[in-house]
């Protein structure tokens, strides 16, 4: 007793997983801050086909390594006052790049019944709708985050944007109201970003869009769209999600569509996916595709895509400390030339493979 | 055991307003380290007259979002050892801008009787003399900030230090002496700031300089002066401010004045302003007033200046959190292209105005 | 209680120095996160003869300012996954530079018996080595670091690494295994860092090397090697580290050797370094020679090289918190050109005197 007063003396913190620290006193209005965050660090050897390989450390590869501040104030009344803040990490260098907390960080006003609104910045509607359903988290050389951003090629996305910051999956400015958690299983927002430019081009778009999902027992159902524009740069950029998971018990399965349209340009992207469960293990499969019609100017995109396979296993060390291994290859069509994360870029339709086995803790 | 209850509740919790979690055993000398921050965000409209509208989201218009550390180590004998860390910080973008703690980061060693000695980089001394009698905490488009800074136009501000690093607001390599708490109600200190560029040019600059403020009941007067020296880059830029204010009970007034004066030219800017709280509201008033004269090189600026009118609500939900909502006008005399923060520039003699509406939480 | 002893398991205590708060619930596996930092500040006035002098603000020269987050979690069977970010801190500006978490970012797989997997950015086993017997802990006017790094001049460093990042204190991309604490005394690791270099050239380089020391009771001997390449930009640079100290009691005693080669040039460092503790109080005394030989390009550094002198003096104000002094002096040789730190940069052979004193605050 006595040695953990001691040992008290001046706290701050949690894991993402643990009860947060709260004012145990009735009188005094619960409040509470989180410092929060993943380190993930993976040893990966890539392989693109003509090029060669790379052995190098990736930061991330089962969920972003990141950081960041939490916490949230009981105003009473059922309303809450809470605040996000979430910075990139890179485990292997130490970089926190983009700098500040650009992550995340939103302000929320939120009641029980009402539902949330959050200023700030944050993930897209559209994001927040594909990214849940990809088994390998969005990140690492599984992740079917790769279709969805630009790349070295003709896309849509480098059409609108360029190297530009794009809204793909997250938009500053941003203005959301989030449904409550209700009785009906309904879930889901609607996002108003504002791109400041009307005056002058800047790199922040005028955006808005939603989602909305449902949960029905073992399955969900998730639809989502966020249209970007910005009158002085680019035109409507269109970005529409469906996407719906079966959890089976010995086995959960998720397939979507991400589409994306600007211009003459149009990009579908297909995922299908498996994680199976077994005690403290996950063996996990993820089947990406994307498909490119139209045309970029005056270059046409039709024929272009990538297949995109990938296999991971999981070992859950605790509940918030895990070992992975994951190994993909992507197998370009057309121009494309897409490659797994960290591999060199090579000739238009080559293949790539990598493999990657690493550590994931939360705090 | 209901006494440590207590002591836990801030621990995470570590609101600017909430005591320190400290070690509560008598045998270990009490310290503490505080997480805290302010999340501020607002929806805001301006308009210039002759150019147009914007719609954009603000960050840090009732008080300055921002995040930080600090903490105290008693040392014995009355003497304390403290530091503060605080960074800038962007609820909108998530930037954290300029970049690391350059809000503040101070080193201490004090003493309840003898005053503090502090190192580092922290406001100065005419700054904090000025700023404290601002309703609008010195920012939002109703702050007394904008006539402060340098801007788009001729100004002795400008003039000394162009769009390098300057003394209005803070001061790096900044030796202090504050006063201590004592009977008589007064308070202030020096502050000596090294510029380091003795042999070569740097963007840091000689300041010397401080403030002495008393307390009489419901009146308090403070009083500063701070010149800025460069051997190198600039001549004396002297910076004097005096305000006093008077706590009514119904009403909260203030009035002040802040002169600039580098070579040939002068700023005059002049505050005016009111507070009236009732219950959990407040209503602010504020009148802001800059007239320059003599001339920068050779442009006269005689008859330059402008006019800020601005009125705020303020819904406290909280000890941490309120509502707020800010109106403001600028109108342009002379050659000056002052605008409301967040407007377009306009044309030279034009008028500005806006409105914001937001939420502020401390945590 | 039982609730509340799980709530608070995973918060942390702070100081660098006192134990980290944990859980006491037996069934609950231990963790923690504590925020640390160090804060130092420090008045320096240096002198270039022929030159002229400087007075600043210095951060960092009785231990380098810094700021992090570090943690724990016990996995069960012996095992613990632990993270630690450290990011560098100037006291003086507020600057955190360079950014993110540069100084320090590993996440380690550990187990008491057979040692830890580490993985991140982390110091080199040379200058782990080497610094740990500098009295002046590698910083300050008296620190040995000002030999090891690229210097104004012709060396082996600058040779080999020029203003790019080197690897004399710290590898990104490293894998490490470290040596469990042992009955025998015996201490140290290997060390891979991927240069991820090999298709285009990177500013990060391929190291590979190690450290092996061992305590002798009051004697502790330890010996290092890192061997840094890149097929595109650099040859092998070879460093290597000796060094001794001994624990007599009412003196501690340091020597030790630290050899740079790159091509034709090479460069010994020599320390010698003596620390006498008496109650509250430290003196400090330390002597380091640096000499070159053979050639950068086409340059003789034959005869080239320095001596510096130090001294100090240390007064603990608390187990964290410590007020200092320190008197340092260099003497080049040759065409070398090295200057007490914060000194401006003399002609080839000067001699440059400096003297701080300041404080230094652990939390």
Known sequence: MTRRTKTIHSIAACSAMCALVTASGTAVAQSSLTVFGVMDAAVRRTNT?????????????????????????????GLNASFWLESFLSTDTGLASPDGFQRRATLSLSHAEWGELRMGRDFTPTHANWSRFDPFNYVGIGSVQLFSLSATGTTPVTAAFGSNSNSIQRSSNGVQYLLPRNSWGVEG???????????????????????????????????????????????????????????????????????????????????????????????????????????????????????????????????????????????????????????????????????????????
Chains 1, 2, 3 share one sequence.
Do not use: C
């Not at 086909?49 to 590869?61: E, I, K, R, Y």
């Not at 910005?230 to 991400?258: M, P």
């Not at 005056?298 to 991971?312: C, H, I, K, P, Y």
């Open 189 to 363: 927002g609607f996002t108003k970003a504002f791109g400041e430019s009307k005056v002058s081009a800047s790199d922040q778009h005028d955006s808005i869009g939603g989602r909305l999902g449902i949960n029905l027992g073992p399955v969900f159902v998730s639809a989502a769209s966020y249209t970007t524009h910005d009158d002085k740069t680019i035109s409507n950029f269109k970005d529409r999600a469906l996407a719906a998971s079966w959890d089976a018990g010995v086995v959960k399965l998720s397939a979507g569509i991400r589409r994306f349209d600007y211009r003459d340009a149009r990009q579908n992207n297909y995922l299908l996916a498996a994680i199976v469960p077994w005690g403290a293990h996950e063996a996990k499969l993820s089947l990406n595709r994307t498909k490119m019609g139209g045309s970029v100017g005056t270059t046409s995109v039709n024929g272009d895509g990538a297949d995109q396979l990938a296999l991971g296993y999981v070992y859950h060390l605790s509940k918030r400390t895990v070992a992975y291994a994951t190994a993909a290859t992507i197998r370009d069509k057309g121009n494309t030339r897409f490659v797994v994360p960290g591999a060199p870029v090579g000739t238009a339709g080559a293949k790539s493979q990598g493999f990657e086995f690493g550590m994931n803790h939360e705090f």
């Open 49 to 77: 086909d003509g090029v060669g390989h790379v052995l190098s450390m990736a930061s991330g590869s089962y969920t972003s390594s990141r950081y960041g501040f939490r916490g949230r104030e009981d105003l009473g009344n």
